[in-house]
């Protein structure tokens, strides 16, 4: 008998599995039931969460962050939440770089954010002023219907 290879490897033999081998996650549905509106012109779909900083990132000052993206992958710094306020309001401010890279591309963003970096420094660049202002209008309306965001009591 013939050695085939299993194409479900990557998915540990169940190709429907919610988990992937490398870290990613996509988000949530709830999750994007809540950023979606406030982010209209994202595709959420493309999105993808993965714990841990890149090396390269951290040695780039992204050291001790909570949170660091590039294009559709958002690096967790801390641990993931899914489906929690906290991790609600963490994503949508990640998901909103993740549109400034879409509306500038890489080259651009990298450029536009590192000189507003130099000149305006970490709290006062306007990338983050945006990504501050959008996470926290989807916060404020997760405290204003109270309770659990997606209802599953985390």
Same mark, same amino acid.
């Given at each position: 008998?013939?050695?085939?290879?299993?194409?479900?490897?990557?998915?540990?033999?169940?190709?429907?599995?919610?988990?992937?081998?490398?870290?990613?996650?996509?988000?949530?549905e709830?999750?994007?039931?809540?950023?979606?509106? /406030?982010?209209?012109? #994202?595709?959420?779909?493309?999105?993808? #969460?993965?714990?841990?900083i890149? @090396?390269?990132?951290? !040695?780039?000052?992204?050291?001790?962050?909570?949170?660091?993206?590039?294009?559709?992958t958002?690096?967790? +710094?801390?641990?993931?939440?899914?489906?929690? @306020?906290?991790?609600?309001?963490?994503?949508? /401010?990640? #998901?909103? /770089?993740?549109?400034?890279?879409?509306? !500038?591309?890489? *080259?651009? $963003? +990298?450029?536009?954010? +590192?000189? $507003? /970096? *130099?000149?305006?420094?970490?709290?006062?660049?306007?990338?983050?002023?945006?990504?501050?202002? @959008?996470a926290?209008?989807v916060?404020?309306?997760?405290?204003?219907?109270?309770?659990?965001?997606?209802?599953?009591g985390?």
């Amino acid at each position: 008998m013939a050695s085939r290879t299993n194409i479900y490897a990557y998915v540990g033999g169940n190709p429907i599995s919610l988990i992937d081998p490398f870290g990613l996650r996509a988000l949530t549905e709830c999750e994007k039931g809540i950023i979606g509106p /406030h982010l209209p012109n #994202v595709n959420l779909d493309k999105i993808d #969460v993965q714990e841990g900083i890149p @090396k390269i990132a951290q !040695m780039f000052g992204a050291s001790g962050a909570d949170a660091w993206t590039f294009k559709n992958t958002i690096y967790l +710094g801390v641990p993931d939440a899914p489906d929690t @306020k906290e991790g609600i309001t963490l994503l949508t /401010h990640e #998901v909103t /770089h993740s549109d400034q890279y879409r509306s !500038m591309s890489l *080259l651009g $963003m +990298g450029l536009s954010y +590192g000189a $507003m /970096h *130099l000149i305006f420094g970490y709290t006062n660049n306007p990338f983050e002023v945006d990504a501050r202002a @959008k996470a926290s209008a989807v916060r404020a309306q997760m405290d204003k219907a109270g309770g659990d965001p997606c209802g599953c009591g985390k």
